[in-house]
């Protein structure tokens, strides 16, 4: 059963948006086999930042994907607002996919017969949202993303930047409470990481969204309120802003950075 973690600060919302407990995920048979996650546990509280960093192939994919039911986890389990998301089945398990849950994936997988606009609104025409506020709120975050001119052109039309903010605005443009993204700014030089890094902290400041992003950029890590440091699909430590401004929780990310090693930082 899941431990319970209210705590008095949570008054308003008791439950945790997400925990992460024993986690494990084997790959491959028993002759040779790869533990990318090794028993991680941890709870996020419901409205928090959190940014995961740690090396490559460190299992950080591996755990999105098990949060989100795109991979099944080999031992432990993955609770998302009270609700085992294992235990998921049918219509309860597409609304989870599609209604509580916006995932921006490391390679932007947009869809490449449908037009920016189509891959950006087909959340919203599955949901029966009307034609006329579609249109408003697909305006509004290519708007806010930067991808205004890129409504019209296929994917394939596209440049890797402009696939991955086209990717972030159809994940959130149905609003939801949970946002997993993996490297959303990997592919972004540094403005629009910086725009990308905005649209999240809006999302997380004015909605309320809960995010988990993983990224190998500390200065993306420092716009978020803790960040998890992964190593061996286990957790290595954690850091938690505090009263620290970015640039101050910035120098502690990169003080650990270096004590986690696996590679260097993104040059800016
Ligand atoms: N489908 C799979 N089959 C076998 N091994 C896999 C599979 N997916 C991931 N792995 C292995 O699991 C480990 C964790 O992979 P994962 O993709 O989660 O790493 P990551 O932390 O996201 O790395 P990166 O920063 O490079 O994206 C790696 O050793 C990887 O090779
Ligand atoms: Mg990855």
């Given at each position: 059963?899941?431990?319970?973690h209210?705590?008095?600060s949570?008054?308003?919302?008791?439950?945790?948006?997400?925990?992460v407990?024993?986690l494990?995920?084997?790959?491959g048979?028993?002759?040779?086999?790869?533990?990318a996650?090794?028993?991680?546990?941890?709870?996020?509280?419901?409205g928090?930042f959190?940014?995961v960093?740690g090396p490559?192939?460190?299992?950080?994919?591996?755990?999105?994907?098990?949060i989100?039911?795109?991979?099944r986890?080999?031992?432990?389990?993955?609770?998302?607002?009270?609700?085992?998301?294992?235990?998921?089945?049918?219509?309860?398990?597409?609304?989870?996919?599609r209604?509580?849950?916006?995932?921006?994936f490391?390679?932007?997988?947009?869809?490449?017969?449908l037009?920016?606009r189509?891959?950006?609104?087909?959340e919203?025409?599955?949901?029966?949202?009307k034609?006329?506020e579609?249109?408003?709120r697909?305006?509004?975050?290519?708007?806010?993303?930067?991808?205004?001119?890129?409504l019209?052109?296929?994917p394939?039309?596209?440049?890797g930047?402009?696939?991955?903010?086209?990717?972030a605005a159809?994940?959130?443009?149905?609003?939801p409470?949970?946002i997993?993204?993996d490297?959303?700014?990997g592919?972004?030089?540094?403005?629009?990481?910086?725009?990308?890094?905005e649209?999240?902290?809006?999302?997380?400041a004015?909605?309320?969204?809960?995010i988990?992003?993983?990224?190998?950029?500390p200065?993306?890590?420092?716009?978020?309120s803790?960040v998890l440091f992964?190593?061996?699909?286990?957790l290595?430590?954690?850091?938690v802003?505090g009263?620290?401004d970015?640039k101050?929780?910035?120098?502690?990310?990169l003080?650990?950075?270096?004590?986690?090693?696996g590679?260097?930082?993104?040059?800016?």
């Amino acid at each position: 059963m899941p431990e319970k973690h209210s705590s008095p600060s949570q008054a308003h919302n008791a439950q945790p948006a997400l925990v992460v407990e024993r986690l494990e995920r084997v790959f491959g048979g028993k002759g040779n086999p790869t533990y990318a996650l090794r028993g991680l546990s941890f709870a996020v509280e419901d409205g928090q930042f959190v940014a995961v960093m740690g090396p490559s192939g460190s299992g950080k994919t591996t755990l999105l994907n098990c949060i989100a039911t795109i991979d099944r986890p080999t031992g432990g389990q993955v609770t998302v607002n009270g609700t085992e998301v294992s235990r998921l089945r049918g219509k309860a398990l597409a609304r989870f996919r599609r209604e509580d849950l916006g995932f921006i994936f490391q390679d932007s997988n947009l869809i490449d017969t449908l037009s920016g606009r189509e891959n950006i609104a087909l959340e919203l025409s599955i949901r029966g949202v009307k034609a006329s506020e579609t249109d408003v709120r697909v305006r509004d975050i290519a708007e806010r993303l930067g991808v205004k001119d890129v409504l019209e052109k296929f994917p394939a039309q596209m440049s890797g930047g402009q696939r991955q903010r086209v990717a972030a605005a159809r994940a959130i443009i149905g609003r939801p409470r949970l946002i997993l993204a993996d490297e959303p700014t990997g592919a972004l030089d540094s403005r629009n990481s910086a725009v990308m890094m905005e649209t999240l902290a809006t999302m997380n400041a004015q909605m309320g969204a809960t995010i988990l992003m993983v990224t190998h950029d500390p200065f993306a890590a420092s716009h978020s309120s803790r960040v998890l440091f992964v190593r061996d699909g286990a957790l290595f430590t954690e850091l938690v802003r505090g009263a620290d401004d970015d640039k101050a929780f910035l120098t502690r990310i990169l003080e650990v950075q270096a004590l986690l090693g696996g590679e260097a930082p993104h040059a800016r």
